[in-house]
């Protein structure tokens, strides 16, 4: 099965209460305390963390050095005080996961065995991470690809620090049992290892280290036969998990706990805080949430969505802070931070070195770390990789093709439309009644082209939306989309399937696409990208609800107005005509099997779908392109560009502004 994002779609009853979670209150003063983290009977922790890999490749292996240097010079200042740790989401699927696929990374140290996901491990290795949290992509590639590069394999090392989850249970899938570790054990000790919890030494003080998982992780990602729990996707369900492990290591007389969790939303977060008891600290992870000081340095563009770091009271009414950094290894999070000779932390001894330190070539040379030899290799391999994917020349667009994140789930775009279109005209090279096309938003990972600020400005509404650089050394001109640029806007490289809906289950499949659409109009990973058919829907109407078992619970009220061609299968939110005729559908294969909660009809034979046939299996493949396997996504919009929109004489040109009277071929339009 293919796999996606799609943390939007995370249960009401989890949602409802991280909404409500409380106010914060700002930091305290440096505490002055020395650098060997002791002043009297307290202990000073520099907590560095990282999150969230999953964004820009090229971005991730541009600033990797930097980040290794900045984790060097820091750590120099904190010497024997210092924990790096992940909270998840360390890959993505794409082109610089599949990067270190490549025979030569046979011979790049800290991988020497070729394999996906492997580089991206080798650079936490290297920086020295003691643990992760089990983020969604992390398992991407399902539980077999999971268990191989957290493994060893002959001379690749695999994961030198234990990948941490509480509610996941790795005992009942036959590809990652034989890698679960009981918990509370060192880290030293749990190389290779999936564990709920762990145990760190750091200066003479035991520091528990509890790793947390989305209970959403089941539909947004590939879990094969991982349970994940709760299976009721409670918040409240999930705080009783994450206490019993607490509880394990207090009893243990540590009295120091973080949890690093990757909940998608930082609102779980931060919900989460106030329901536990004897933990310090919650690293988040999953949301890509900013948090950092007004004297912290920041991208250009880029705006805190916080303080750093968050303040609540536990349970125990006890200080606990919550934490959380950008990911593509833009920022390195660190908190500095006082405890008491009971494991409490001092507020006031939060130091004003906390917050974010970007990884830019003035900070590094600022801070003045030592480059990691080991990282820079890699990211130079990966990056030889990539310039030769560059180098493939697919297609031309005179216009930034959008596929930002907020977007591609809360509108139409021309990236989403485009794609759509795509694996709709591929579908009918095979089938050729196929009518419609439905992808999720979620399924789109990255836009195609530059984000660019006019010289002197830093200002986001400056900014200017432009086609592809040229990228002389690959041959590659303005405006080209080649197969790098593909397999990073389509990542996970989903395999399209083909079945029939009636006018009844095609309303109930898009009642399910805006049932997540929020009063900020955000939809989540589910909000569809589509080609075919119109749609009207109005947020403001009841949204359709289903059971953890994906039964309905409650009909959808939103979808107004549906035409397929000159067929108008909803009025008024009403269907019309006979509710039984039948439309022929391509859609990915990871929604069409439940993925995100999609309710298409399944018909299941022996563990599959019999009423979906695999484009996998056509017969009528253009194969203009070689690059990615028939069936899949990247061949469909790789095989569409070259017959369709080759070079920049014949590119691309519709603008993201869709709501045009001439574009009827697909068309979303959200009721005011």
Not at 58 to 67: K, L, M, T, Y
Not at 313 to 318: G, M, N, Q, V, W
Not at 546 to 564: C, F, I, P, Q, S
Not at 629 to 640: I, K, M, N, R, V
Request: charged share 20%; aromatic share 6%; net charge negative.
């Amino acid at each position: 099965m293919s796999k996606q994002d799609g943390n939007a779609i995370a249960a009401k009853s989890i949602l409802s209460v991280a909404l409500a979670s409380a106010f914060l209150y700002g930091c305290g003063d440096d505490n002055n305390t020395d650098a060997k983290g002791s002043s009297g009977n307290t202990y000073t922790l520099q907590l560095l963390h990282v999150a969230d890999m999953d964004g820009s490749n090229a971005r991730v292996i541009d600033n990797a050095g930097n980040f290794a240097k900045n984790i060097d010079a820091l750590t120099k200042q904190y010497p024997d005080n210092t924990l790096f740790v992940s909270s998840g989401d360390n890959y993505i699927p794409g082109a610089r996961y599949d990067a270190s696929a490549d025979t030569s990374f046979s011979n790049v140290a800290g991988v020497n065995v070729p394999g996906v996901g492997r580089g991206d491990i080798a650079f936490l290795n290297a920086m020295g991470v003691a643990a992760s949290a089990v983020g969604n992509h992390d398992m991407d590639g399902g539980p077999a690809e999971f268990a191989s590069i957290i493994n060893v394999d002959n001379a690749y090392p695999g994961a030198q620090f234990p990948y941490l989850s509480a509610n996941l249970d790795f005992t009942k899938d036959v590809n990652t049992q034989d890698l679960v570790a009981s918990a509370g054990q060192m880290v030293s000790d749990l190389s290779n290892k999936l564990a709920a919890s762990a145990v760190v030494e750091v200066n003479g003080e035991k520091i528990g280290l509890v790793g947390a998982t989305t209970p959403t992780q089941d539909v947004i990602t590939s879990t094969g036969d991982v349970e994940v729990l709760p299976q009721d996707k409670s918040l409240e369900g999930l705080a009783a998990i994450i206490q019993t492990e607490v509880d394990a290591l207090t009893s243990q007389g540590i009295n120091k706990v973080i949890v690093l969790a990757h909940m998608q939303s930082i609102e779980v977060e931060r919900s989460l805080a106030p329901l536990l008891s004897g933990v310090d600290i919650i690293v988040a992870g999953g949301s890509n949430t900013l948090l950092a000081n007004d004297n912290d340095e920041l991208w250009p563009g880029d705006t805190a969505a916080d303080a750093y770091p968050l303040h609540f009271t536990s349970a125990s009414d006890e200080p606990v802070l919550v934490v959380n950094v950008d990911g593509d290894f833009k920022y390195l999070g660190r908190l500095v931070v006082e405890f008491d000779e009971s494991g409490v932390i001092n507020t006031n001894g939060i130091s004003d070195k906390s917050g974010v330190v970007l990884s830019s070539d003035e900070m590094a040379l600022t801070l003045g770390g030592e480059a990691n030899t080991d990282v820079d290799n890699i990211a130079a391999k990966m990056n030889d990789v990539i310039v030769a994917s560059e180098s493939v020349i697919l297609g031309n667009s005179s216009v930034f093709l959008n596929g930002v994140r907020a977007h591609v789930r809360s509108e139409e775009t021309n990236l989403g439309n485009l794609t759509a279109d795509a694996n709709l005209w591929y579908a009918k090279q095979e089938y050729g009644a196929t009518q419609i096309s439905i992808k999720n938003g979620g399924g789109i990972r990255a836009e195609i082209g530059q984000a660019v600020y006019p010289a002197g400005s830093t200002d986001p509404s400056d900014l200017q939306y432009l086609p592809t650089a040229a990228f002389p050394s690959a041959g590659k001109e303005a405006g080209d989309i080649s197969q790098f640029d593909i397999q990073t806007a389509l990542a996970f490289n989903n395999d399209l399937v083909v079945l029939d809906v009636t006018a009844s289950e095609l309303k109930t499949v898009l009642e399910h696409s805006f049932g997540g659409v929020d009063a900020t109009g955000y939809g989540g990973g589910r909000f569809p990208q589509i080609a075919g058919l119109e749609v009207m829907f109005d947020a403001t109407q009841t949204a359709r609800e289903a059971d953890e078992n994906g039964v309905e619970t409650t009909a959808g009220e939103r979808v107004r107005t549906l035409k397929v061609g000159n067929d108008i299968l909803v009025k008024d939110g009403v269907i019309q005509g006979d509710a039984t005729r039948s439309f022929k559908v391509v859609t990915l294969g990871y929604i069409a099997t439940g993925g995100d909660g999609y309710p298409f009809p399944c018909v299941e034979v022996s563990g599959s779908c019999s009423n979906q046939q695999a484009l996998a299996d056509m017969s009528k493949d253009p194969s203009a392109s070689n690059f990615a396997e028939t069936g899949s996504e990247q061949d469909a919009l790789a095989e569409f560009l070259l017959a369709t929109y080759p070079d920049a004489a014949n590119s691309y040109s519709m603008s993201d502004n869709l709501f045009d009277a001439s574009h009827t071929d697909a068309r979303i339009v959200s009721a005011e």
